[in-house]
């Protein structure tokens, strides 16, 4: 049958378009495949990030001491058990002792938070802004009884999802310890199948999916932990109240990407509003000058490396994992978006033929070293700056002198 040149171009525009229908129904199909067994997916990921978190460390004691993979992963379990019960010992009872302070004195703040609404609401009155502040402030402890109550109707389901909690973060620990020991093994007799052209590709998925995840994840608490001792250290020195209460959830909400740091400023100034007004504008100033630091200062620095992509696809990328997956779609997003960045690079090459597909393995290797020899050009370009100003300092000096 012979087709007009019209008829051919759009037989394939059809063809085109139901492909792209058949695509969508199949990544939907297999969406809610995930959905039925998200739980188990989840367990499966948190273990895999503190495989990842933990890699490095048992890599180093494996490589330099005489213990086997297995004693080295045993090793460094016990340091973090010890870690975490000399934390806990000296930073549990603080918070516990906030926390009951906290409970104590909630009459007090409620007081004074009515008040505040009251001169708020006074001085909109006066401003002519038709906002009832009262009314909102009002409707607050009705909808905090409500919740109270029925958290505490439904006590054995508390139990019952704290229970599933613990287990949960008991079953993450075994398979996390089990993915230390014979990860490696396990990918390598996976790979063994392969095609070699799939074998270079599914190596350049791990390196990429290594450097993402295990950077990104350990990028992020580490800017959490900054930002949380840098916010005790400042909230200490105004005399804010239940200090170190605040500046733990601000570290925690800190790992959030992108929208951590609105998270982790509000209930900061909510309590220095209310329990040190008076050191209020600095407190706001200086946690948003901390933040500017923290964020576009150290938080660059620490996830160049791991991610690499440029801010705009980053922003693209949050938006679009809170579209599809809600709060872990906004907290996988970025090392996800590094993977997709890594492979969209290997394909744009493999099209141009600048590589064949037994060398995508090489892709990070000599991204690495380009970053290397960029690294080491700024440092000679900067240590020639700064040769070049000396020199300039001394010449005017002796044209001075003379």
């Given at each position: 049958m012979n087709f007009s040149s019209?008829?051919?171009?759009?037989?394939?525009?059809?063809?085109?378009?139901?492909?792209?229908?058949?695509?969508?129904?199949?990544?939907?199909?297999?969406?809610?495949?995930?959905?039925?067994?998200?739980?188990?997916?989840?367990?499966?990921?948190?273990a895999w990030a503190l495989s990842y978190l933990l890699s490095p460390l048992v890599n180093r004691i494996d490589e330099r001491t005489p213990l086997n993979r297995a004693l080295s992963v045993v090793l460094v379990y016990l340091g973090i058990a010890i870690v975490l019960a000399g934390v806990l010992a000296l930073v549990v009872p603080g918070l516990v002792a906030q926390l009951n302070d906290l409970v104590t004195r909630a009459p007090e703040y409620g007081d004074r938070a009515a008040r505040e609404a009251a001169g708020l609401q006074v001085q909109l009155e006066r401003a002519g802004v038709p906002v009832k502040v009262t009314e909102l402030y009002g409707a607050v402890p009705s909808r905090l009884s409500e919740v109270a109550g029925a958290i505490a109707h439904d006590a054995l389901g508390v139990v019952s999802a704290t229970a599933a909690v613990l287990f949960d973060a008991t079953l993450v620990l075994i398979i996390a310890f089990i993915m230390l020991i014979d990860g490696d093994a396990i990918w390598q007799r996976f790979t063994r199948a392969l095609t070699p052209e799939l074998r270079s590709e599914a190596e350049l998925l791990r390196q990429s999916a290594d450097r993402s995840f295990g950077g990104f994840i350990r990028g992020s608490l580490l800017l959490g932990l900054i930002y949380g001792v840098a916010t005790l250290a400042?909230?200490?020195?105004?005399?804010?109240?239940?200090?170190?209460?605040?500046?733990?959830?601000?570290?925690?909400?800190?790992?959030?990407?992108?929208?951590?740091?609105?998270?982790?400023?509000?209930?900061?100034?909510?309590?220095?509003?209310?329990?040190?007004?008076?050191?209020?504008?600095?407190?706001?100033?200086?946690?948003l000058v901390l933040q500017q630091i923290v964020l576009n200062?150290?938080?660059?620095?620490?996830?160049?490396?791991?991610?690499?992509?440029?801010?705009?696809?980053?922003?693209?990328?949050?938006?679009?994992?809170?579209?599809?997956?809600?709060?872990?779609?906004?907290?996988?997003?970025?090392?996800?978006?590094?993977?997709?960045?890594?492979?969209?690079?290997?394909?744009?090459?493999?099209?141009?033929?600048?590589?064949?597909?037994?060398?995508?393995?090489?892709?990070?290797?000599?991204?690495?070293?380009?970053?290397?020899?960029?690294?080491?050009?700024?440092?000679?370009?900067?240590?020639?700056a700064r040769e070049a100003a000396r020199v300039a300092r001394e010449a005017k000096l002796t044209a001075r002198g003379k």
């Open positions: 019209r008829e051919r171009q759009l037989l394939s525009t059809l063809v085109i378009l139901l492909i792209i229908v058949a695509a969508f129904q199949i990544v939907a199909t297999l969406w809610l495949a995930v959905l039925q067994v998200a739980d188990v997916v989840l367990i499966f990921i948190a400042l909230l200490v020195v105004f005399g804010v109240p239940f200090a170190g209460v605040l500046a733990t959830l601000s570290g925690l909400a800190m790992i959030i990407p992108f929208f951590g740091p609105i998270i982790a400023e509000i209930p900061v100034l909510l309590v220095t509003l209310l329990g040190a007004p008076d050191q209020f504008l600095w407190v706001l100033v200086l946690t200062i150290i938080g660059p620095r620490l996830m160049s490396n791991a991610i690499g992509i440029h801010p705009i696809f980053v922003f693209l990328a949050l938006l679009l994992g809170s579209r599809i997956a809600g709060f872990w779609g906004v907290f996988l997003a970025v090392p996800v978006a590094g993977v997709i960045n890594t492979f969209v690079r290997y394909a744009y090459e493999l099209a141009k033929g600048r590589r064949v597909r037994t060398q995508a393995a090489s892709l990070m290797d000599e991204r690495r070293a380009a970053a290397a020899a960029a690294a080491a050009d700024a440092r000679d370009a900067e240590a020639e």
